[in-house]
T-cell receptor
């Protein structure tokens, strides 16, 4: 089956620093990648949708200047949390949809747990 | 009203019992429906898609009622390994966006 990796799996950083999270589709090409955030005991919340080679589409309430998304290739998307604050601490999950996908299936990465001190 | 609503649980169920989850969605134009399972501190994994005619996969049965905008998941002969949070997911209008329910936590007890 399709495999999506994320790196790092866990990161702890100081307030004010920036953190980059990578999402890679390992055995397929992904035209579309999605970035989600999940707070404890809450649902996944879509932050943004990124298409290879174009600007990401952000959901309402998500600051595009704070959460920078780059989808430079068909196998890699990155999310950079700039000037992180403790309220940004969350579980960040990416998912990818394949180029040849005929269904709505998204393949999820294992997630990145961000803790901002 | 939330777009996708689920009973948060937790459901505490003895091993071997049958358990049912319900989910309602608000957008009558929704076309695709899924059940995902999420273990603690892990990413969600697709359990099964939900088809109009209903579908079964081993001990799992999913049903869709479009008139009532209601989706269900039935787990028979529950196992300890079924303990997880079950997420109801509905495809949104555009760009393959998935709308997620908050999930129902299931705890299977020996």
């Amino acid at each position: 089956g399709a495999v999506v990796s994320q790196h790092p799996s866990r990161v702890i950083c100081k307030s004010g620093t920036s953190v980059k999270i990578e999402c890679r589709s390992l055995d397929f090409q992904a035209t579309t990648m999605f970035w989600y955030r999940q707070f404890p005991k809450q649902s996944l919340m879509l932050m943004a949708t990124s298409n290879e080679g174009s600007k990401a589409t952000y959901e309402q309430g998500v600051e595009k200047d704070k959460f920078l998304i780059n989808h430079a290739s068909l196998t890699l998307s990155t999310l950079t949390v700039t000037s992180a604050h403790p309220e940004d601490s969350s579980f960040y999950i990416c998912s990818a949809r394949g180029v040849l996908a005929v269904t709505d299936t998204q393949y999820f990465g294992p997630g990145t747990r961000l803790t901002v001190l | 009203r939330k777009e996708v609503e689920q009973d948060p649980g937790p459901f505490n169920v003895p091993e071997g019992a049958t358990v049912a989850f319900n989910c309602t969605y608000s957008n009558s134009a929704s076309q695709s429906f899924f059940w995902y399972r999420q273990d603690c501190r892990k990413e969600p994994k697709l359990l099964m898609s939900v088809y109009s005619s209903g579908n079964e996969d081993g001990r799992f049965t999913a049903q869709l009622n479009r008139a009532s905008q209601y989706i269900s998941l039935l787990i028979r002969d529950s196992k300890l390994s079924d303990s997880a949070t079950y997420l109801c997911v509905v495809k949104g209008d555009s760009n393959y966006q998935l709308i997620w329910g908050a999930g129902t936590k299931l705890i299977i007890k020996p």
